[in-house]
């Protein structure tokens, strides 16, 4: 489902390129870039910011799907271009990323989790976390 609505999301909307997302989780304001033991904020806040009161709309790429024109590849040598790229809005449970044995543990727990495995299958692509409760 998911694939088959970022390919309805290229096709309509007109886009080379299409990433999946989905609401980070962490607060963007207290996320840092750390370079040789120093650190910088990602996001500068005015003041102490919570997630649930942060207006902005930030998004993490979860890499479930990629999508590209084959012509666009060949000629940007890249999957997507910032400011170009279509942002297709997932449910965060299906674009678990997996890259450490860990990652698998927590997501087969999920995937077993009975208040779960309905969402798993939902047609809601817009679920926010603060739905998640």
Known sequence: EDIEGAWGMMQ???YDTVVSVHEMRESPYECVRENKNVYKMLVKANGAVRRQDYQDNFFFING????????FVRREKVLFREGETGLFHMDPLHGIDID??????????????????DRLYAKDHHVHLNDLS
């Open 100 to 117: 450490l044995p860990g990652d698998l543990l927590m997501a087969q727990a999920l995937v077993d989790h009975p208040e779960f495995v």
């Open 64 to 71: 479930a799907v990629y999508m590209a024109k084959t012509d």
């Open 12 to 14: 309509e909307g007109g």
